[in-house]
């Protein structure tokens, strides 16, 4: 009877409520880069800023798109993956590095601006996370039309 107790309640309880609360950050204008609100989610125990990006990603809930949020990103991914996934994410000496894996197609000036800027201030909410460095699938700075591709990697244009 305890065992029947037990997996009942088990049963009943939400897989995500356990989880902790993560934070996604979405544009809430067309400015550049924009002014951007978080919104919070429920992420597993594992892969935290992984599963911010997904969401991210994902976009947000029709409720939130009724308070004016919206996330740019998500629909620019084109194409097959070259990983599997969306995209790879390492996060080492402070420093996350997002790798997408499909194509992420611009938008202008002011799209890209949005979109890195999501991206940045998603990832910077965790402690371990200083720098964000955004890459596409050939290992250049997202949206950089530089020769050398590198500016989001040294900071200079």
């Known amino acids: 009877m305890k065992e029947l107790i037990l997996a009942t ?13 993560v934070k996604v950050y979405f544009s809430a204008d067309l400015g550049i880069p924009g002014k951007v609100v978080a919104v919070s989610r429920k992420a597993p125990d594992t892969g935290v800023a992984k599963f911010a990006v997904q969401q991210l990603i994902k976009g947000p ?21 070259d990983c599997g996934a969306d995209f790879q994410l390492k996060i080492k000496h402070g420093t996350a590095t997002l790798r ?36 596409d699938k050939g290992g250049r700075c997202l949206f950089d039309q530089t020769d050398a591709g590198t500016s989001c990697i040294t900071g200079h244009e």
């Open 9 to 21: 309640a088990l049963a009943l309880t939400p897989a995500t409520a356990a989880g902790p609360t």
């Open 61 to 81: 809930t029709k409720a939130e798109r009724k308070r004016g949020l919206h996330s740019e990103l998500g629909r620019q991914i084109k194409g097959r993956s």
């Open 100 to 135: 997408f894996c499909r194509t992420v197609m611009g938008l202008g000036v002011g799209g890209d601006a949005r979109i890195l800027h999501t991206i940045d201030r998603t990832l910077r909410q965790f402690a371990s996370v200083k720098k964000v460095v955004t890459l």
